[in-house]
């Protein structure tokens, strides 16, 4: 486990009744898909009800729990055609509400819907109160759909890698979330980024959390999930780093990333 001493006066206050969490970042390959599969598998061990949320037409937060060309998905109850339980997975302690890419259909269609941005919402609305933690992991781009799970949500995860363009990214991020809390959700929080596939003994990425320590509107997470092979193994076999790999370094900082935000909201 990586610790980084670092100041959390900005997370004071940080809490939140309904903890539906969207893990985002504009750029791609930053491991939103990783931390939503095994934060949520985490989050599920010590005993929270969890759902997670694929709203990547990528699919790839299914096709890593074992589904993949699902007959019924999340694309069904964005359109209207099924209810939000009739297509929800039981998987690994939690739920799932899968998807594929058909979902790029949905993006390209909210366009033309009233209201589009709060779409999403409406679909979690019933769900609310019935889960501790409902993960949302987002694609890779400034979409639509993006901008659902920004509405639809408490609070955000930026994922993120320890090098320079990835400032980039969150920098970018930040300000869509700014416009989101300015327009759409005035209650949505920063829980913080996380850094994920950590190779402390690189000096970037000591600079890296150098300029996050000296920049205090940045709010790094003391856990950083370090570098582990079982991680990016895990996803081929269908399973999180806890079902294929239960001791390994990948599973030990997922549960103590999932042990730090529930004591964020105590
Ligand atoms: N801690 C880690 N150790 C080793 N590999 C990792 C780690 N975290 C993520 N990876 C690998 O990095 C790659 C990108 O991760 P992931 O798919 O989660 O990113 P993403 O942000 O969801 O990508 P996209 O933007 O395409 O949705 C994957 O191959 C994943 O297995
Ligand atoms: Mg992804």
């Known amino acids: 486990m990586i610790y980084v001493f670092y100041d959390l006066r900005l997370r004071n206050n940080l809490r939140f009744e309904d903890m539906i969490i969207a893990i985002t970042n504009h750029k791609g390959g930053t491991g939103k898909t990783t931390t939503a599969v095994n934060l949520g598998v985490a989050l599920a061990k010590i005993k929270s009800k969890v759902l997670v949320v694929d709203l990547d037409p990528q699919g790839n937060l299914s096709y890593s729990l074992g589904y993949s060309e699902i007959a019924n998905d999340l694309f069904h109850v964005f359109t209207g055609e099924k209810a939000v339980e009739e297509v929800m997975i039981h998987v690994e302690n939690m739920d799932l509400l899968p998807s594929d890419m058909r979902m790029a259909d949905i993006e390209l269609s909210l366009h033309q819907v009233e209201n589009r941005e709060f779409v999403l919402k409406e679909i979690l609305a019933p769900l609310v109160g019935k889960y501790d933690y409902i993960i949302i992991d987002c694609p890779p781009s400034k979409s639509l759909l993006t901008v659902n799970a920004l509405t639809a949500s408490d609070a955000v995860i930026i994922p993120m890698l320890l090098d320079v363009l990835s400032i980039q990214g969150v920098i970018h991020i930040l300000e869509t979330i700014q416009e989101v809390k ?50 990016a193994e895990a996803p081929s076999h269908a399973q999180s780093v806890f079902a294929y790999a239960p001791n390994s370094y990948g599973a030990v900082d997922f549960l103590a990333l999932a042990k730090e935000i529930v004591s964020l909201n105590k």
């Open 182 to 231: 300015e327009v759409l959700n005035d209650k949505l929080k920063v829980l913080g980024m996380l850094a994920i596939n950590v190779d402390i003994r690189k000096r970037l990425a000591r600079d890296v959390i150098r300029f996050f320590s000296n920049n205090f509107d940045y709010k790094l997470f003391q856990i950083m999930i370090r570098s582990n092979v079982k991680i």
